[in-house]
């Protein structure tokens, strides 16, 4: 089991996109999430970073670290989006294993806090 920072892993790259749109992307937004994830393996920023938890081969997560999760309050982030597990894999603590390395990630890019908000 492997978390991959898709940023370091660029060829990762197709796989990301297409994986993260398969989970949350719709028709209107599959080119939002390409755009987002092609653009951050370029950017000097420190966000935004997205994430795959690979098994054996197979992709079985991800997770993104944006500065915004669609909230008007610019003054909040950086934020954890679209975390998601694939149902037969839930129950392992792979999603908080996901968060883990998010939050350590967070600290090294300087932040001092992280948003997640979940429904």
Aim: aromatic share 10%; net charge neutral.
């Amino acid at each position: 089991m492997q978390i991959i920072n898709v940023r370091e892993h660029v060829e990762y790259q197709e796989k990301a996109i297409k994986y993260i749109q398969s989970k949350w992307a719709n028709g209107n937004t599959l080119k939002l999430y390409e755009d987002c994830i092609t653009h951050s393996l370029k950017t000097d920023n420190s966000l935004p970073i997205w994430y795959l938890l690979e098994n054996r081969g197979e992709i079985i997560g991800c997770a993104g670290l944006i500065s915004n999760d669609f909230i008007s309050r610019m003054d909040l982030w950086p934020w954890v989006c679209a975390l998601y597990i694939e149902e037969g894999y839930r129950g392992m603590s792979l999603g908080g294993k996901l968060l883990l390395k998010i939050k350590e990630d967070t600290k090294n890019a300087g932040f001092n806090k992280l948003l997640y908000l979940s429904t």
